[in-house]
């Protein structure tokens, strides 16, 4: 377990192999609630190499000391990726686009 926000990893080994590798992180929030934005690969054993990139978002919360995996989201390719950050920024300009309609001059 980790006590402190930037031990948090995804990093799994069994038998001495790393079978997922973290290759970046963003944290989204902190707190006692924190969310956190993965990269990583898994590995292939039948290829003994790495697959491709994949992301997940992870949802951690503080009890005892120790923040404890409460939620995690997987992002299942790319291609979900590219959407879910294309439908973020076209909503996003929406938004921003609306404010600055409503604001007085």
Known sequence: MSSTIDEITINYEEDGVLLVKELDK????????TTILFRYK?????KDE????K????RY???GGEFKQQAKFNISSERQGKIIAETL???INESQ???DEEAPF
């Open 97 to 99: 686009a609306a404010d």
């Open 61 to 63: 919360k503080k009890i």
């Open 26 to 33: 963003e944290i989204l929030s902190k707190g006692l609630n």
């Open 89 to 91: 920024t076209r909503w």
């Open 42 to 46: 898994e590995y292939i054993a039948d």
């Open 55 to 58: 992301y997940t978002i992870r």
């Open 50 to 53: 790495y697959g491709p990139d």
